[in-house]
């Protein structure tokens, strides 16, 4: 529910001021019988608004393909504080082995199964690689560790639970690929973070994603839903390290000509000021 979108539509009614809309959409197109309802009464109205703002172009889509007909629609994407990380993308933690970083909350939609069935298959190629996740559990971890045990990954894999800033962008730095098998983003602001880290990302190929990761470019998508698929890429860039590195500096250079703060912002204050 949009509760307070609801309310500040309300609101500019009431007082007679512009509106803008920034929905953050879901793609998981099965909503309940409330939701569809909610859709179809308040969606138009809230969609009609004087601006609506996407984060990437698959939520243009989306717009779209729901039927919507904004009366005017604007991208802005997320942004990266480039301050938070190494202004170089060649900087890093020197590390033993191969470390692969999940940054996500720990639930069925942010794949991280798909991580555990993959890593079965990447200990077979590589011996020397761990597998760091960072996030909070949201009521999967134990599903999660059940299949490493299944799987006999337990020594690969390392759960780090929430972090702060500090002790994720050192988690950044420190791993050599940034592994994302999510089954749905809007954005994707971690693929956005590791790339600011100078780190190549193997991601889903699906939703927004590849509007973050330019695949063959500043990292490789697998097929969705697909653990080989994702395995296989995982593989190829472990053994490769000047294709690591050359997509991790690539995707440095990507977040600071597009994801930077700054730059939404300036695109944020000149709609508004244009409204």
Known sequence: MYCSADSALLASKIK????????????????????????????????????????????????????????RIELVSPGIDLDEFCRDAACCVPTNGHKVLFVGRIDYMKGVDLLVKAAKEVVREIKNVSFMIAGPDFGYKKEMEKMIKEYNLKKYFQFFGALNRAELVRLYKECDLFAFPSRYEAFGIVMAEAMAAGKAVVAANYSAMPNVVKNGETGLLFDYNNHKDFADKIILLLKDEKLRKDMGQKGFLRVKENFQWHISVDKLEQIYRRI
């Open 16 to 71: 007679r001021k512009p509106f803008v809309f920034t929905p953050y959409l879901s793609g998981i197109n099965n909503p309940s019988f409330f939701g569809r309802a909610y859709r179809k009464i308040f969606g138009n109205a809230l969609f009609n608004a004087d601006c609506v703002i996407v984060i990437s172009p698959y939520e243009n889509q989306l717009v779209h393909d729901w039927g919507f007909r904004p009366k």
